[in-house]
């Protein structure tokens, strides 16, 4: 016997007024118009309902089946006939079950409207159970009486199937939240984003505190990991590959944690664009932290925390290509602490450990951020100083300055406990520069340089190549006593005549010398690149000028040479000050000089940078009377409308076109050039280092009317100078 159970789910529909099952099954006996005979039209009606996949079953208002067909009678294990005039009773395991059926085919005849019923049963003899979809239809047969029709699909097989997807689904959502994954679903066209509670989880919030639009969320993203974030979701959206990465994420408490990111489009438009994308993020803060700690430990060295030998000669290599690209000089300094080894053998490793961290400490107080110090082991630190300029004794003397300090830092006493320790060190420095430079061999020079500061007494510097050395201490030393020339007034100036076209005297240049006590009269190529350098040339040019000033004042007494002008040098240093507008003024007023006797030369590389400024300052000094020529020119790279902007009067040639005017013909047409464009922007041009008779033709014949040079003469004391009498 079959066991039946109830309904498991009602769904109302239809009404009993719909006729339509009432006349097929209550005329089921009844002849037909068709022509075919009632027992023909029984016999069909008999086929039709056992070929039905479906139980087919009419009940009277007791629950007597009145009708059943065969799939009914088989589930039963019996005949359509025998079940005629039965209840569920007699086939149902225990009364009380048909007893509910009986109360239910009531119910639907009380209520009188169709019903779609889902019910389960099994089947004792297999065990088996079965899902049906029934629909029972109350209704009035033709002599009065109620009635209902059950039709029962067997929906067992798409209920299985259904129960399986269930079931894999409820699996996958398992699987999901065990791996601990943050899912989400992305509308981009909404802009709403789902997401599992995990995800809420992994950021520390209730699934209720965040909004799902994806604007709030992105708040979530740190502002510096925001638009690389961005532009791999693009990418991802533009069909480029699926999503995929690192960054990190602020949780609801503040902390950040790292998330590895991944996801993909699932939905595009007929266009391609991105509908929809779903991925999902895992906590990977743990792999970070440990890879940054195996990249701490394989580049930078535990104790002092200092890159280690591995990440110097990586920094090393790396100097010595942006040197040479740079076209600038580097050095590597060597140190090593002098009497380490005592410290260690005396008070302990633990003394000698703490130690090397306070040095390395210092050491990089001492430098500047773009400076690479490292711990090569032990008690030796290196040091790489990059861009030190393109004069290989300025770099040297750069490197000097930084290795001192490094000295006089490293030399004072350390605290301990209760005791000073004092650590001195010796420091080697290799310079770097040139394309055969390797970074071994550097160090092998700066090694050895160290080794000779060790010999020499230790606690001080030495410089692999001992000519540097030289240099640079000859360098030191010029400097202190240039310095000092400055402050005892040793600096004066010579004139050298300035002629017109017809060799009459109408001015001269200034040309700074140093009256050396020892070395007399010292020419200014030895003291004023050095000058340039040490900031000294400001002082120097001051002096220059004020002495420029005092001999015009001079020539103004007399009428044979009120009328003569004086030419300055001026460097760029000098010009850049921020007040030498001011500066030059002050000398005007204090000297009471007249402005138009003056002329400042400037070359060409006072103009590299901000020429609005330079424009502007000279325009201002302009005003006051004082004039500008611009000098050595052609050597620079002034452009035309530089040239045009600038209130210059005079172009001075440099002395090396006029030098090699008769024998170079390029030199002969930059000369010729040069004529020609002073005409036309109505410049006066100055031909500077005229020597020979030939020159001076030359360039009178091709129009220059003012020179300077030894055949009209050198530069000579001022009281020298050869004056038109009175
Ligand atoms: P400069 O301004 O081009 O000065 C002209 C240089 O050419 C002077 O050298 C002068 O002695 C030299 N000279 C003149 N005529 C002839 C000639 O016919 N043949 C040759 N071979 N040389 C000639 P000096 O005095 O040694 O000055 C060299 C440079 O030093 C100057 O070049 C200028 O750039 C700089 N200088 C001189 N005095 C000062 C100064 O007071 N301030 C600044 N900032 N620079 C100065
Ligand atoms: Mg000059
Ligand atoms: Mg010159």
Same mark, same amino acid.
């Given at each position: 016997m079959p066991k039946t159970s109830q309904s498991t789910r009602r769904i109302r529909r239809g009404s009993s007024k719909d006729k339509s099952v009432s006349e097929a099954a209550g005329t089921a006996g009844a002849g037909t118009s068709t022509g075919i005979s009632e027992r023909q039209a029984n016999n069909l009606l008999r086929t039709v309902l056992d070929e039905s996949p479906d139980f087919i079953v009419l009940k009277d208002h007791e629950g007597n089946f009145l009708?059943?067909?065969?799939? %009914?009678?088989?589930?039963?294990?019996?005949?359509?006939?025998?079940? %005629?005039?039965?209840?569920d009773g007699h086939f149902s395991a225990t009364p009380e079950q048909a007893e509910f059926f009986r109360q239910n085919v009531l119910a639907i005849m009380a209520r009188g409207e169709t019903e779609i019923v889902f019910e389960e049963s099994t089947d004792d003899r297999t065990g088996q159970t079965h899902y049906f979809k029934s629909i029972k239809k109350p209704f009035v047969d033709e002599s009065g009486l109620p009635r209902i029709l059950v039709i029962a699909q067997d929906i067992s097989d798409i209920r299985r199937a259904q129960q399986m997807v269930e079931e894999s689904e409820r699996r996958l959502r398992y699987v999901l939240?065990?791996?601990? @994954?943050?899912?989400?679903?992305?509308?981009?066209?909404?802009?709403? %984003? $789902?997401?599992?509670?995990?995800w809420f989880e992994l950021l520390g919030y209730e699934p209720g505190d965040l909004s799902s639009s994806y604007a709030d969320l992105d708040l979530c993203l740190l502002d510096e990991d925001r638009a690389a974030v961005h532009?791999?979701?693009?990418?991802?959206?533009?069909?480029?590959?699926?999503?995929?990465?690192?960054?990190?994420?602020?949780?609801? =408490?503040?902390?950040?944690?790292?998330?590895?990111?991944?996801?993909?489009?699932? @939905?595009?438009?007929?266009?391609?664009?991105?509908?929809?994308?779903?991925?999902?993020?895992? #906590?990977?803060?743990?792999?970070?932290l440990a890879e940054a700690a195996t990249e701490r430990l394989a580049f930078f060295d535990p104790l002092t925390g200092l890159p280690n030998r591995r990440l110097f000669g990586d920094r090393l290599r790396h100097a010595l290509q942006g040197g040479l690209r740079s076209g600038q000089y580097g050095a590597?300094?060597?140190?090593?602490? =002098?009497?380490?080894?005592?410290?260690?053998?005396?008070?302990?490793?633990a003394a000698g450990d703490a130690l090397l961290v306070r040095v390395a400490a210092r050491l990089q107080a001492s430098l500047r951020e773009v400076d690479t110090v490292a711990r090569m082991g032990g008690d030796e630190f290196v040091v790489i100083l990059e861009n030190l300029g393109g004069d290989v004794l300025g770099a040297a003397a750069q490197a000097e300055t930084v290795a001192v300090k490094l000295l006089a830092q490293t030399r004072e006493p350390y605290d301990f406990d209760d005791t000073h320790v004092v650590s001195t060190p010796s420091i080697g420095i290799a310079l770097f520069g040139s394309a055969e430079d390797t970074a071994d061999e550097l160090l092998k020079r700066a090694d050895m340089a160290m080794y000779q500061a060790k010999a020499a007494g230790r606690n001080t510097l030495r410089f692999f190549d001992p000519g540097l050395q030289e240099a640079v201490l000859a360098r030191a030393a010029l400097e202190a006593s240039l310095r000092a020339a400055l402050e005892r007034g040793e600096l004066c100036i010579h004139l050298q005549p300035l002629v017109d076209a017809t060799s009459r005297l109408v001015g001269a240049e200034a040309l700074v010398r140093w009256n050396h006590p020892v070395r007399g009269l010292v020419a200014p190529?030895?003291?004023?690149?050095?000058?340039? $350098?040490?900031?000294?040339?400001?002082? &120097?040019?001051? $002096?220059? /000028?004020?002495?420029?000033?005092?001999?015009?004042?001079?020539?103004?007494?007399?009428?044979?040479?009120? =009328?003569?002008?004086?030419? %300055?040098?001026?460097?760029?240093?000098?010009?850049? $000050?921020?007040?030498?507008?001011?500066?030059?003024?002050?000398? &005007? #007023?204090?000297?009471?000089?007249?402005?138009?006797?003056?002329?400042?030369? &400037?070359?060409?590389?006072? /103009?590299?940078? =901000?020429? @609005?400024?330079?424009?502007?300052?000279?325009?201002? &000094?302009r005003a006051r009377g004082v004039r500008f020529s611009i000098d050595d020119f052609g050597t620079g790279y002034s452009s035309l409308s530089y040239l045009k902007r600038l209130p210059i009067d005079e172009l001075k040639i440099d002395r090396s076109f006029v030098h090699d005017v008769m024998t170079d013909p390029n030199d002969a047409i930059i000369v010729r050039t040069i004529l020609v464009l002073a005409e036309s922007l109505s410049l006066k041009v100055v031909a500077e280092g005229v020597e020979t008779p030939e020159q001076h033709r030359f360039l009178l014949d091709n129009g220059c009317r003012l020179f300077q040079g030894y055949l009209f003469g050198k530069p000579v004391p001022p009281h020298e100078l050869a004056l038109p009498a009175d």
């Open positions: 009708l059943c067909n065969r799939p %009914v009678a088989d589930f039963y294990g019996t005949t359509p006939d025998e079940m %005629v005039g039965k209840h939240n065990v791996t601990g @994954e943050g899912l989400w679903d992305w509308n981009l066209q909404t802009d709403e %984003v $789902q997401h599992n509670a995990r532009a791999a979701i693009q990418r991802c959206a533009q069909g480029l590959g699926p999503y995929r990465h690192e960054h990190r994420m602020r949780r609801k =408490d503040g902390t950040t944690l790292w998330a590895l990111d991944r996801g993909d489009v699932v @939905e595009r438009d007929s266009q391609g664009r991105a509908l929809r994308m779903v991925g999902s993020f895992s #906590d990977v803060t743990e792999r970070k590597l300094l060597f140190i090593d602490l =002098d009497n380490f080894k005592d410290l260690n053998d005396s008070r302990g490793h190529i030895h003291f004023i690149p050095l000058a340039e $350098q040490t900031g000294l040339i400001v002082p &120097l040019g001051h $002096q220059v /000028l004020e002495a420029a000033c005092r001999q015009l004042v001079v020539w103004a007494a007399r009428p044979s040479t009120a =009328d003569l002008s004086l030419s %300055v040098n001026v460097s760029a240093r000098q010009f850049h $000050q921020p007040d030498f507008v001011e500066q030059v003024g002050d000398l &005007l #007023d204090r000297t009471g000089v007249n402005p138009h006797r003056l002329k400042l030369e &400037l070359t060409e590389s006072v /103009l590299l940078g =901000d020429v @609005e400024a330079v424009v502007h300052k000279m325009t201002q &000094l």
